[in-house]
Nanobody, 125 residues
Framework: QVQLVESGGGLVQAGESLRLSCAAS????????MGWFRQAPGKERAVVAA????????YYTDSVKGRFTISRDNAKNTLYLQMNSLKPEDTAVYYC??????????????????WGQGTQVTVSS
């Protein structure tokens, strides 16, 4: 069992930065592939970035490439999402998720076993 707690969301202006954190319980954090998803009002939840258990492989959806960076500190059981040059269209509830399956990273919600409660990110223009 893994419990995930996100933090770091807030209200910022366009062009500013935020860093989201996701603290995970348990002693086998490195055994989980992790992902950040977001859900904007009226839209389905979708993957933003994903990372393998070792941190060696990462994925970004096209709209955030070059602006967001996913990383993890397995010694601290923590996942991060550094978000730079934020845009109003980045406004959403952001969720972290853990997948206890194989190696690599995963892009589909159904691949993930555990989810955090979400943190709101609002970017004003």
């Amino acid at each position: 069992q893994v419990q995930l707690v996100e933090s770091g969301g807030g209200l910022v202006q366009a062009g500013e930065s935020l860093r989201l954190s996701c603290a995970a319980s348990g002693r086998t954090f490195s055994g989980y592939a992790m992902g950040w998803f977001r859900q904007a009002p009226g839209k389905e939840r979708a993957v933003v970035a994903a990372i393998s258990g070792s941190g060696g492989s990462t994925y970004y959806t096209d709209s955030v490439k070059g602006r967001f960076t996913i990383s993890r500190d397995n010694a601290k059981n923590t996942l991060y999402l550094q978000m730079n040059s934020l845009k109003p269209e980045d406004t959403a509830v952001y969720y972290c998720a853990a997948a206890n399956v194989g190696s690599g990273y995963y892009l589909l919600e159904r691949s993930y076993d555990y989810w955090g409660q979400g943190t709101q990110v609002t970017v004003s223009s």
